[in-house]
Protein backbone atom coordinates (compact mmCIF):
# COMPACT_ATOMS: atom_id res chain seq x y z
CA UNK A 1 0.00 0.00 0.00
CA UNK A 2 0.94 3.61 -0.92
CA UNK A 3 0.39 6.15 1.73
CA UNK A 4 0.69 9.60 0.08
CA UNK A 5 0.95 12.88 1.85
CA UNK A 6 1.19 16.99 0.59
CA UNK A 7 4.07 18.82 1.84
CA UNK A 8 3.24 22.84 1.45
CA UNK A 9 6.95 24.52 0.73
CA UNK A 10 7.80 27.68 2.33
CA UNK A 11 7.77 30.06 -1.00
CA UNK A 12 3.92 28.60 -1.78
CA UNK A 13 5.25 25.34 -3.76
CA UNK A 14 3.86 21.84 -2.95
CA UNK A 15 5.05 18.08 -2.97
CA UNK A 16 4.07 15.35 -2.42
CA UNK A 17 5.59 12.10 -0.43
CA UNK A 18 4.66 8.44 -1.29
CA UNK A 19 5.96 6.04 1.05
CA UNK A 20 4.79 2.65 2.10
CA UNK A 21 3.39 3.13 5.63
CA UNK A 22 2.18 6.06 7.64
CA UNK A 23 4.65 6.66 10.64
CA UNK A 24 7.46 7.19 7.56
CA UNK A 25 5.78 10.20 6.74
CA UNK A 26 6.71 12.16 9.87
CA UNK A 27 10.22 10.47 9.26
CA UNK A 28 10.67 11.44 5.50
CA UNK A 29 8.81 14.80 5.30
CA UNK A 30 11.98 17.18 6.74
CA UNK A 31 13.56 16.12 2.88
CA UNK A 32 10.79 17.95 0.98
CA UNK A 33 12.50 21.57 0.85
CA UNK A 34 16.09 20.44 1.08
CA UNK A 35 15.63 18.07 -2.00
CA UNK A 36 13.11 19.88 -4.01
CA UNK A 37 15.32 21.53 -6.34
CA UNK A 38 19.10 20.44 -7.72
CA UNK A 39 21.77 22.69 -9.71
CA UNK A 40 20.19 21.89 -12.61
CA UNK A 41 16.54 22.80 -11.78
CA UNK A 42 17.85 26.23 -10.15
CA UNK A 43 19.88 26.96 -13.78
CA UNK A 44 16.61 26.39 -15.46
CA UNK A 45 13.88 27.70 -13.55
CA UNK A 46 14.10 31.35 -14.80
CA UNK A 47 13.77 30.52 -18.65
CA UNK A 48 10.85 28.13 -17.71
CA UNK A 49 9.32 30.69 -15.69
CA UNK A 50 9.59 33.50 -18.95
CA UNK A 51 8.02 30.38 -20.86
CA UNK A 52 5.19 29.02 -19.00
CA UNK A 53 4.89 32.99 -18.38
CA UNK A 54 3.38 32.97 -22.00
CA UNK A 55 0.09 33.25 -23.71
CA UNK A 56 0.63 30.39 -25.46
CA UNK A 57 3.25 27.19 -24.78
CA UNK A 58 4.28 24.15 -26.84
CA UNK A 59 4.40 21.61 -24.79
CA UNK A 60 6.38 18.00 -26.34
CA UNK A 61 6.22 14.62 -24.15
CA UNK A 62 8.57 11.93 -25.18
CA UNK A 63 8.53 8.33 -23.72
CA UNK A 64 11.54 7.20 -21.76
CA UNK A 65 13.20 4.34 -23.09
CA UNK A 66 13.52 2.21 -20.12
CA UNK A 67 11.49 2.05 -18.53
CA UNK A 68 8.86 3.54 -21.65
CA UNK A 69 6.41 4.77 -18.73
CA UNK A 70 8.32 7.33 -17.72
CA UNK A 71 7.59 11.04 -20.03
CA UNK A 72 10.28 12.99 -20.78
CA UNK A 73 8.08 16.81 -20.69
CA UNK A 74 9.86 20.19 -22.48
CA UNK A 75 8.97 23.56 -23.05
CA UNK A 76 9.25 26.10 -25.47
CA UNK A 77 7.97 29.39 -27.05
CA UNK A 78 5.77 29.50 -30.18
CA UNK A 79 8.28 30.91 -32.17
CA UNK A 80 9.61 29.04 -35.32
CA UNK A 81 12.74 27.51 -34.12
CA UNK A 82 12.98 28.18 -30.34
CA UNK A 83 14.95 26.07 -27.96
CA UNK A 84 12.76 23.89 -25.73
CA UNK A 85 13.51 23.67 -22.20
CA UNK A 86 13.44 20.28 -20.24
CA UNK A 87 10.61 21.10 -17.54
CA UNK A 88 9.79 17.25 -15.79
CA UNK A 89 9.73 13.85 -16.30
CA UNK A 90 6.50 12.51 -15.17
CA UNK A 91 5.62 8.85 -14.32
CA UNK A 92 2.79 6.96 -13.24
CA UNK A 93 1.38 5.80 -9.62
CA UNK A 94 2.57 2.08 -10.98
CA UNK A 95 5.96 3.26 -11.63
CA UNK A 96 5.88 5.00 -7.81
CA UNK A 97 5.14 1.58 -6.41
CA UNK A 98 7.70 -0.14 -8.53
CA UNK A 99 10.02 2.44 -7.12
CA UNK A 100 9.26 1.97 -3.26
CA UNK A 101 10.21 -1.49 -3.65
CA UNK A 102 13.73 -0.55 -3.72
CA UNK A 103 13.75 2.79 -1.89
CA UNK A 104 12.46 3.93 1.44
CA UNK A 105 10.39 7.30 -0.27
CA UNK A 106 9.35 9.27 -3.50
CA UNK A 107 9.43 12.89 -3.55
CA UNK A 108 8.26 14.57 -5.99
CA UNK A 109 10.28 17.55 -7.08
CA UNK A 110 10.92 20.49 -9.01
CA UNK A 111 11.39 18.45 -11.83
CA UNK A 112 9.48 15.09 -11.35
CA UNK A 113 5.84 15.13 -11.38
CA UNK A 114 4.02 11.92 -10.33
CA UNK A 115 0.57 11.47 -12.76
CA UNK A 116 -2.91 9.54 -11.33
CA UNK A 117 -3.30 6.19 -12.80
CA UNK A 118 -1.73 3.45 -13.10
CA UNK A 119 -1.33 3.73 -17.11
CA UNK A 120 0.17 6.25 -19.40
CA UNK A 121 -2.67 7.82 -21.36
CA UNK A 122 -2.42 11.49 -23.70
CA UNK A 123 -4.86 12.93 -20.58
CA UNK A 124 -3.14 12.20 -17.79
CA UNK A 125 0.03 13.01 -19.30
CA UNK A 126 -1.60 16.40 -19.76
CA UNK A 127 -3.05 16.73 -16.86
CA UNK A 128 -0.17 15.81 -14.70
CA UNK A 129 2.04 18.36 -16.20
CA UNK A 130 -1.00 21.20 -15.67
CA UNK A 131 -0.89 20.05 -12.05
CA UNK A 132 3.26 20.34 -12.20
CA UNK A 133 2.81 24.08 -13.70
CA UNK A 134 0.62 24.65 -10.38
CA UNK A 135 2.54 22.97 -7.98
CA UNK A 136 6.09 24.34 -9.22
CA UNK A 137 5.08 27.87 -10.90
CA UNK A 138 2.17 28.71 -8.25
CA UNK A 139 2.25 32.52 -8.55
CA UNK A 140 1.53 31.80 -12.91
CA UNK A 141 -1.78 31.45 -14.55
CA UNK A 142 -2.24 28.92 -16.43
CA UNK A 143 -1.29 29.28 -20.02
CA UNK A 144 -2.42 28.27 -23.29
CA UNK A 145 -0.59 25.00 -23.84
CA UNK A 146 -0.22 23.10 -27.29
CA UNK A 147 0.84 19.66 -26.91
CA UNK A 148 3.30 18.02 -29.36
CA UNK A 149 4.33 14.37 -30.02
CA UNK A 150 2.07 13.22 -27.20
CA UNK A 151 0.24 10.60 -29.24
CA UNK A 152 4.10 9.57 -30.96
CA UNK A 153 5.44 8.98 -26.99
CA UNK A 154 2.14 6.55 -27.07
CA UNK A 155 3.31 4.75 -30.10
CA UNK A 156 7.13 4.68 -28.89
CA UNK A 157 5.92 3.00 -25.43
CA UNK A 158 3.49 0.03 -27.95
CA UNK A 159 6.94 -2.32 -27.49
CA UNK A 160 7.80 -1.71 -24.40
CA UNK A 161 7.97 -4.66 -21.61
CA UNK A 162 5.41 -3.97 -19.17
CA UNK A 163 5.88 -6.71 -16.85
CA UNK A 164 7.64 -4.08 -14.63
CA UNK A 165 4.79 -2.04 -13.47
CA UNK A 166 2.86 -4.01 -10.68
CA UNK A 167 -0.96 -3.79 -11.36
CA UNK A 168 -3.22 -2.81 -8.82
CA UNK A 169 -5.25 -6.58 -7.54
CA UNK A 170 -8.28 -6.47 -9.69
CA UNK A 171 -6.55 -3.61 -12.53
CA UNK A 172 -3.73 -6.61 -14.22
CA UNK A 173 -6.80 -6.39 -17.63
CA UNK A 174 -5.77 -2.48 -17.25
CA UNK A 175 -2.10 -2.30 -18.48
CA UNK A 176 -1.40 -2.72 -22.06
CA UNK A 177 0.08 -5.43 -23.28
CA UNK A 178 0.29 -5.28 -26.88
CA UNK A 179 0.57 -2.01 -29.36
CA UNK A 180 -2.81 -2.93 -30.35
CA UNK A 181 -3.96 -1.90 -26.20
CA UNK A 182 -2.06 1.07 -26.49
CA UNK A 183 -3.06 2.06 -30.11
CA UNK A 184 -6.78 1.56 -28.52
CA UNK A 185 -6.21 3.89 -25.43
CA UNK A 186 -4.87 6.52 -27.73
CA UNK A 187 -7.63 6.22 -29.71
CA UNK A 188 -9.95 6.45 -26.80
Known sequence: MTITGTIALPDGRTTRLFVRSADDVSL??????????????HERESALRVVLNSEVVCVDAHAGIDPADVQHVFVRPTAPDSKRIFACVIVTEARVEKMLESEPCV???????????????????????????????????????????????????AEADWSDVPAASGDATLLPTSFEDVASLVAA
Open 28 to 41: YTPLAEATFMDDGD
Open 107 to 157: LETFSFQVSSGRIVTPAGTIAAFETWVQRVFPELRLPIMCFANVSEAFDAM
